[in-house]
């Protein structure tokens, strides 16, 4: 974005992203808000329009945007998550997007989800970083307010469902950089970024009952089978689903 | 190897200094429902695009039908209808004098701007910058610059040690420096824009020295060295310096001489509605001097009840014995040029309180209540008319 004084995102954050991210390993996946069950065919959900992001990783780090990829895991991935639909175990409707005013409430709270799920991911998932009010063995208390019952697009809906991916994939410049770094120093150059969550809040409460994150997600998003692949790991966990599917193939790795 | 000869082009284009008298550039060729090609300007417009559906469902956006035909208008007299119809204008709430441009289309425009440019011909400059970035597509050419230098440092790292650290900081200076050459780019070209349009080209530099002055202000009234006027850009400048901007972009039109009409009177009137909500914005700062100046300028023709009323708001609020006294007057003043909002009773009355003058503080506030028996504070201003 240019400015005419200032550019608020600046050249520098590409060299800002030549950094690490949060370390992975140490990573809770999922969290339930206890006592919380969906029994199956019981309840109305709601899925919020995806968040897709889809691309390459320079040889320095930097995202490349890929409007190709990421419109073909857009499609990949509604199918992926419409076939998912009939195996959660209730009914699942994308929502109707509103205009006007209620789009800029319905905007308001997709970007709070967002700075929710974010917060659970750092200050919940990673132990070592649990804040003193998270720490209770068991606990998941996080909530976006009583103000969703009365969000457009929510009349008569039970829950509201959101997913969101990211993927950035290696380019052959960074893969090279990642060989020859571990080869000549026995440094680590990581390459790519396949991180994704999905999230199922309370309509009538506001509250938020699963959420599900991991930052190193399988699934090739840009072919059916990895989308399908990615969207069983976006599910693992899912409140409520039929006993048998939670069997289901759980990818490991990529 | 084309990207390893760009790579060693970053290093020769490093730095270069831009030179003050600079020539008008000629009008690009208008490309009309232009649509991106190649991976990389896809990606950057896919990445606006979804920028801009944020934006479109913003509740910072200030949708009132008049004033976005009113700005969208001055852009079409600045860049012609063909290429305006390539731009969405969203004007934002925010009270800071900025504009911004992305690749796809969309542009912001900052009421904080809108209430710091006095005619059409001002925000025409601004607007012609905008759009300047966005015809030489400069987000895209930005950020393959970004990812080369980021490649070029990744490679020397491994490479050599000594090698890296002699270049990092050479190599991410020059991304600045690329930057600050990009925009000396759009202000040339948007000075083009404005001298092609009815407007006169001096007026770009106008905006750039009321800029220094406030930022001259603001400091003055923090105690603070002002920066405003510097010469040199620092390593992490984006823009050039505004002593710069403003020395090329008069330099250069005086050199078009191209008269016209900026359109000041135009500029109030169709501001007007919207200037008590951007003054109280801006008094809200906690930005005296700065704040004080801008009231100045504003209050070129004339202080207005509106400008007398922000000003005593403004005195009020910093909240000195004298300023106290200074406010009462000024809120006086403006009920006597005929504002009509009765909050300044309630200013003078609070003012006048807290200056030893208990009866006809009660006075102004019992006449506030009169006037707006609902107010949300009514019972705590009855309180103290109480007293």
């Known amino acids: 974005m240019r400015g005419f004084l200032r550019n608020t995102i600046g050249v520098l954050s590409s060299v800002a992203l030549m950094g690490a991210a949060l370390p992975a390993s140490a990573q809770e996946k999922t969290g339930n808000k206890p006592g919380f069950t969906l029994a199956p065919g019981s309840a109305r959900i709601v899925l919020m329009r995806p968040s897709i992001k889809v691309g390459e990783q320079s040889t320095g780090g930097l995202f490349e945007p890929n409007a190709d990829w990421t419109a073909q895991s857009r499609d990949n991935l509604n199918h992926a998550i419409a076939a998912m639909q009939g195996q959660l175990g209730n009914s699942v409707f994308d929502i109707v997007e509103p205009a006007g005013a209620d789009a800029a409430a319905l905007a308001e709270y997709q970007a709070l989800f967002a700075t929710i799920a974010d917060s659970v991911i750092v200050y919940q998932f990673f132990p070592g970083n649990r804040l003193p009010t998270k720490k209770r063995k068991g606990q ?10 009365s969000l457009p697009g929510l009349a008569g809906a039970d829950y509201a469902l959101f997913v969101t991916t990211e993927d950035q994939f290696g380019s052959t410049g960074r893969k090279v950089a990642q060989v020859f770094a571990a080869l000549a120093f026995g440094v680590s150059v990581p390459t790519g970024v396949h991180k994704g969550f999905a999230g ?5 409460t506001g509250d938020l009952v699963w959420l599900n994150a991991d930052l190193q997600m399988g699934g090739d998003v840009r072919t059916d089978e990895g989308a399908q692949k990615r969207v069983t790991q976006l599910f693992e966990g899912f409140p409520g689903r039929p006993v048998v599917l939670a069997a289901a193939p759980a990818g490991a790795g990529k | 190897m084309i990207r390893w000869l760009r790579l060693a082009g970053l290093l020769a284009a490093m730095m270069a200094t831009p030179s003050i008298a600079a020539p008008l550039p000629p009008l690009p060729t208008f490309t009309p429902a232009y649509e ?22 913003s509740a910072l956006v200030m949708r009132d039908p008049a004033l976005n035909a009113y700005v969208r208008s001055v852009l079409c007299r600045t860049v012609g209808d063909d290429r305006c119809r390539s731009v969405r204008i969203y004007i934002q709430h925010l009270p800071y004098f900025n504009a911004t441009m992305y690749p796809n289309g969309m542009m912001t425009v900052w009421s904080g701007l809108l209430l710091r440019v006095r005619d059409e011909a001002e925000l025409a400059a601004v607007l012609g910058h905008e759009f300047a970035h966005f015809e030489k597509r400069h987000t895209l ?5 970004a990812r080369g230098a980021g490649d070029l440092l990744m490679w020397t790292s491994m490479v050599s040690p000594t090698v890296y ?21 759009a202000d040339l070209l948007g000075l083009a824009y404005l001298t092609a349009s009815p407007y006169p080209a001096a007026s770009a530099a ?12 603001t400091a003055a009234g923090r105690k603070r060295k002002s920066t405003a006027r510097r010469y040199s850009a620092g390593f992490f400048a ?8 403003a020395t090329y972009l008069r330099e250069t039109a005086l050199k078009t001489n191209d008269p016209g009409d900026p359109a000041a009177v135009a500029f109030r009137t169709a501001l007007a509605p919207w200037m008590p909500t951007f003054l109280a914005d801006q ?3 906690n930005d005296f001097g700065g704040s004080d100046y801008l009231l100045g300028q504003l209050a070129t023709d004339g202080w207005t009840p509106d400008l007398l009323y922000a000003r005593a708001e403004l005195y009020r609020l910093r909240g000195n014995p004298r300023d106290l006294m200074s406010a009462a007057q000024l809120y006086r003043e403006a009920i006597d040029k005929g504002l009509a909002d009765p909050e300044a009773e309630r200013g003078m009355g609070l003012a006048l309180l807290r200056s030893q003058q208990p009866e006809p503080g009660k006075a102004a506030l019992r006449r506030y209540l009169e006037r707006k028996p609902g107010a949300q504070d009514a019972t705590m201003i009855a309180t103290l008319i109480a007293q």
Request: no cysteine; proline share 2%; charged share 30%.
């Open chain 2, 141 to 145: 050419d930005g950020f393959k610059r």
């Open chain 2, 165 to 185: 650290s002699a270049m990092a900081v050479s190599t991410i200076g020059s991304l600045f420096a690329f930057s600050r050459a990009q925009e000396q780019e």
């Open chain 2, 36 to 57: 991106p090609t190649g991976v990389d300007e896809r990606g950057m417009w896919m990445e606006a695009d979804e920028a801009e559906r944020q934006m479109r469902d």
């Open chain 2, 283 to 285: 008094i809200k700062l």
């Open chain 2, 206 to 217: 106008n905006i750039w020295d009321r800029i220094m002055a406030e930022e001259d202000a």
């Open chain 1, 200 to 204: 199922l809040v309370d309509v009538k």
């Open chain 2, 238 to 245: 984006s823009h050039p310096t505004d002593v710069v901007r």
């Open chain 1, 140 to 149: 998941f208390s996080w909530t976006m307010g009583s103000g969703v019952a």
